[in-house]
Structure formats: C-alpha cells, structure tokens
Nanobody
Framework: QVHLVESGGGLVQPGGSLRLSCAAS????????MGWYRQALGKQRELVAI?????RTYYGPSVKGRFTISSDTATSTLQMNSLKPEDTAVYYC????????????????WGQGTQVTVSS
C-alpha cells in the first residue's frame, strides 16, 4: 500500500508563487512516474506535470514555462510561479506504476489533494 501526502497549498495573489510537496510512505515500492494533476470546480481533472523514473518530464499546456516539477525517491515538488486565477484547483499527487499507466489519467495511487486558490 502506498500512501501519498501533499502539502503546501493555500491562498496566493495573482502573480505569486507556491510550492507543493508530495511524500510517499508505506512499504517499499517501485514506481514508473510521479507527478501532479489538478481539478478545478466543475471541470475535469487535468495533468499538471509528471516525471518518469527514466527522466522524461511532461507538463500540461497551460502551465508550461510557469511550473517546474522535480522528483526524487518517494518525493515530488511542484514549484508554481506566475500563478493565475485559473490555476485555482485541488492539486493531487499521483504515482504511476507502469509505463502503460501513463495513458490513463485515472490510474495509479492518489493523495488526498491540496487546495490552491489564486485570488486578489
């Protein structure tokens, strides 16, 4: 069983920055990728950023150039800069265990989510 815990969400003004962190705990596991998704109220969940263990990084189109993901053994950090009101959402940490899981947004294990609100 993998347990993922996010931290670092909160309220920030437009143009500000936040850093989210995710820590995996539980028994030792092997994973293929670790990253972040988000879901805004009334919208579908979407990819924010994810890193594979062989070093490939993928970003959602709306965050490219503003967000940076880093990942180490059992941890992931999402640095969010130049935040916009449309970045407001619940952000979820996600771990995928196989390369085949990358095509399925809903696959893998999930954290409980952390709220990010961008508002003046």
């Amino acid at each position: 069983q993998v347990h993922l815990v996010e931290s670092g969400g909160g309220l920030v003004q437009p143009g500000g920055s936040l850093r989210l962190s995710c820590a995996a705990s539980g028994r030792a596991f092997e994973y293929y990728a670790m990253g972040w998704y988000r879901q805004a109220l009334g919208k579908q969940r979407e990819l924010v950023a994810i890193v594979t263990t062989d070093g490939r990084t993928y970003y959602g189109p709306s965050v490219k150039g503003r967000f940076t993901i880093s990942s180490d053994t059992a941890t992931s950090t999402l640095q969010m800069n130049s935040l916009k009101p449309e970045d407001t959402a619940v952000y979820y940490c996600n771990v995928k265990f196989r390369s085949l899981d990358m095509a399925n947004m809903n696959s893998g294990s999930w954290g409980q989510g952390t709220q990010v609100t961008v508002s003046s």
